[in-house]
């Protein structure tokens, strides 16, 4: 693995690894976007209990597990650059973080709209919505800790403490909370053999996480590729890079 | 290269500074636990004085407080050394780091956590708490006040060279907090229902335990990428 990573070091390399990738990523988001969102929202057949208004799920369940997913990826980020010292990675942990935060918050304040009509109020202090909240903190704190000092190699160190710290702390938060409190209807597909979603909802479903996981690593591709160009701004390749576009 | 004393003579001698300036500065002592009593006093004032509702709340506005109050000390934990320099030289010696940051955790926790737990039953006794809660907050405040000093040093040696760090780092601390508050609550309402709450106290000495082994090296990591 370390020699097939090693040349990735480099910003330049990173950064031509970045402009092979989006364009797969690009057309993973785009056509499975298309496909989940109007197979989910238009045919996929109503809910018998929730109506049409359960169609949030499809939006819902993707951000809410992209939320995760993003946070568990900047923490390998920060892990590969404490440890190897990879520059990079310090750049894809900040590269993350926003795309987590939003993704996060996605995952929230459509909770919040589906919660209005089923549950009759827009929040309730449940457990997985309480940890959910935390994250959207531990997210913002990470981002806000990054934009706070100048020396931005101390800036990228110190955002990959805190996301470890926070990742460690992240199951026990979670765990105390749903011990605390819950609401919340069980997972919605973890449970594949009792079936606690038609197979009408389940594949729309599927192909929406899929487009959530492209969108997300698109996003987190293209803000890598701008933070390399701006901390690597005084290298020469990034001048020509600059002068031939 | 030559290490003419033991770690345990290193760790008490970094305890023993911190503990010998807090007492020179009464203050430092004295206003964690005034602020504390202040944020009691609010409580009774902003919710209404009835006897039952204040002893339901008491477990929540206690370990409230507490978070609040250990919040004020930490901005201090690692600033006066920062500036003084002698934070760089702590670093540069040939000790490890991790040994020295616990001496300092541990003085922080005798400087600001264990005031607290002395003076529960005087708390205890403005919000109408009952004996049974009153040993569980004891204990509670006991194991958690010092997690509260392990987690809270990580963002204050994140944030120690920065200008503003204060504000910054009770929103970095803060969140993590948040399983110590569930967890002590929980054990002190069930304490009032007489009920067994063991196993909240485990769980919380558990932490505790994780903390002592794998704060201190987030702390020196943290510290080293805010002095370098």
């Known amino acids: 693995m370390w020699k097939w990573l090693h040349p990735y070091a480099k910003a330049d390399r990173a950064y031509q690894l970045c402009n092979t990738l989006l364009p797969y990523f690009a057309v993973i988001t785009v056509v499975f976007m298309i496909i989940g969102w109007v197979w989910g929202l238009a045919y996929a057949p109503a809910d018998y209990q929730q109506k049409d208004s359960y169609r949030i799920i499809f939006i819902h369940v993707p951000s809410a597990i992209l939320s995760m997913g993003a946070y568990s990826s900047m923490a390998i980020a920060a892990v590969i650059a404490l440890v190897w010292q990879l520059r990079n990675a310090e750049l894809a942990v900040i590269a993350i973080a926003p795309v987590g935060a939003c993704v996060t918050a996605i995952a929230l304040i459509t909770g919040a709209a589906w919660g209005k009509p089923m549950w009759g109020a827009w929040w309730v202090w449940d457990a997985r919505l309480t940890s959910e909240l935390i994250l959207l903190f531990l997210y913002l704190g990470v981002l806000s800790l990054y934009h706070a000092f100048e020396d931005k190699k101390a800036a990228g160190r110190a955002a990959s403490i805190l996301a470890i710290v926070g990742v460690i702390n992240l199951p026990i938060i979670h765990f105390s909370v749903e011990w605390w ?10 449970k594949f053999d009792t079936k606690a979603i038609d197979s009408s909802m389940f594949w729309p479903l599927m192909v929406n996480i899929v487009a959530f996981a492209g969108f997300v690593g698109m996003v987190t591709l293209m803000r890598l590729k701008n933070e390399i160009l701006q901390r690597e701004k005084h290298r020469p390749w990034v001048r020509q890079l600059l002068n031939r576009g | 290269m030559l290490r003419q004393h033991s770690y345990w003579q290193l ?15 009464r203050a430092e002592i004295v206003n964690p636990i005034l602020f504390f009593l202040i944020v009691i006093t ?9 006897p039952g509702l204040l002893s339901r709340m008491a477990p929540g506005i206690i370990w409230v407080a507490a978070l609040l109050s250990t919040m004020l000390g930490l901005d201090k934990l690692f600033r006066d050394d920062y500036h003084d320099g002698s934070l760089e030289q702590l670093i540069a010696s040939s000790y490890p780091l991790p040994l020295t ?18 003076m529960t039953p005087l708390f205890a006794l403005l919000l109408n708490l009952d004996n049974q809660a009153l040993i569980a907050t004891v204990l509670t405040l006991l194991l958690g006040t010092p997690l509260l000093s392990f987690i809270g040093a990580i963002g204050a040696g994140l944030t120690v060279g920065l200008q503003k760090g204060g504000i910054l780092m009770s929103l970095l601390v803060l969140p993590l907090y948040i399983p110590v508050l569930i967890f002590a609550t929980s054990a002190i309402d069930t304490s009032t229902m007489s009920l067994d709450y063991s196993g909240q106290l485990a769980i919380l000495g558990a932490m505790l335990v994780i903390a002592i082994i794998s704060a201190p090296i987030a702390i020196s990591s943290a510290l080293k990428v805010s002095v370098s």
């Open chain 2, 42 to 50: 609010l409580f009774p004032l902003a919710i209404g004085p009835e």
């Open chain 2, 101 to 118: 940051v616990l001496g300092k955790v541990v003085a922080h926790w005798i400087i600001t956590g264990l005031p607290l737990v002395l």
């Open chain 2, 11 to 25: 760790f008490s001698a970094v305890c023993k500074k911190d503990l010998q300036l807090a007492f020179r500065q």
């Open chain 1, 181 to 190: 409190n819950t609401l919340h209807q069980g997972a919605t597909i973890t």
